[in-house]
């Protein structure tokens, strides 16, 4: 992937009903410079009184309602929400994803999501990337500099001012601001769904012929296991070699991935 200056940055941040990976979404806001992208979602799980506590969001199932602070908002199905963000990301060029440790959180609970109302594959179609603000923060600022890598700390000592950590608009618009402190590169950019890509190498980080890390660095470069065998069936080790090197990984790399599917084939 090679940045031609024509990428569009949209920001986002999900409110959820915990910190599960399977929780439902409750909010969804997303900041492109100019446009606030702001939906409640009505979940289909109790909301935790943990979650409630920090976002301020509750829903009563007896007569569908959802509220902020205890004052009522309009909140719609999931499926609405999935559609209605894909148009808006959609009439974007090249959108890239950008978002406080949303390679951990955010984006495996949303890819549930899409993957639940078969929606996936149409938004990888729109989603030029990702990038994880939290790793810039962390490339950048030194803790003992800075304290600590939350988000609300960075806007606080970068910006010098408070906010209301956990609204998610101001979430948004405030990590928007933020971008400007930080420096990022076609290598920080990975697959919307890496994770599923790493998922494809538990096999082998079973059996400790690759470490999870490196399992991470295939996913991130978009390779999932199928790729490599695909390129072994077609030319044996120089079709790993080919493409392994070609993204960056050593002959290492390449040696083992070679020792597993000849054994595979034996």
Not at 102 to 129: C, T, V, W
Request: charged share 25%; aromatic share 10%.
């Amino acid at each position: 992937m090679k940045f031609g200056g024509e990428e569009s940055v949209v920001v986002f941040d999900l409110e959820t009903t915990g910190l599960s990976r399977k929780s439902d979404i409750t909010q969804w806001p997303a900041f492109d410079g100019t446009t606030v992208f702001n939906e409640y979602v009505s979940p289909r799980e109790v909301i935790s009184p943990k979650s409630s506590e920090i976002t301020g969001l509750t829903f009563d199932f007896s007569c569908d309602q959802m509220y902020h602070h205890g004052k009522p908002v309009k909140s719609r199905d999931i499926q609405i929400v999935l559609l209605e963000f894909i148009e808006f990301i959609s009439k974007k060029k090249k959108p890239i994803l950008f978002g406080h440790n949303i390679a951990s959180f955010d984006i495996p609970i949303l890819m549930n999501k899409l993957r639940q109302h078969s929606l996936l594959s149409e938004f990888m179609l729109h989603i030029y990337g990702c990038i994880d603000t939290i790793k810039l923060a962390r490339r950048k600022f030194k803790t003992k500099d800075i304290g600590n890598h939350k988000q609300q700390t960075l806007v606080t000592k970068l910006l010098g001012v408070e906010y209301d950590a956990h609204n998610a608009c101001a979430d948004v618009t405030s990590l928007f601001q933020l971008l400007a402190h930080f420096e990022y590169s076609e290598k920080d950019v990975f697959p919307f769904n890496s994770a599923l890509l790493t998922d494809s190498y538990i096999p082998l980080i079973r059996a400790s012929r690759i470490t999870k890390l490196t399992a991470r660095k295939l996913a991130h470069s978009g390779l999932c296991l199928k790729h490599l065998q695909l390129a072994f069936n077609r030319d044996s080790e120089n079709g790993l070699k080919s493409i392994l090197l070609e993204h960056g990984f050593n002959a290492k790399t390449v040696t083992c991935f070679t020792k597993h599917f000849t054994c595979t084939e034996e």
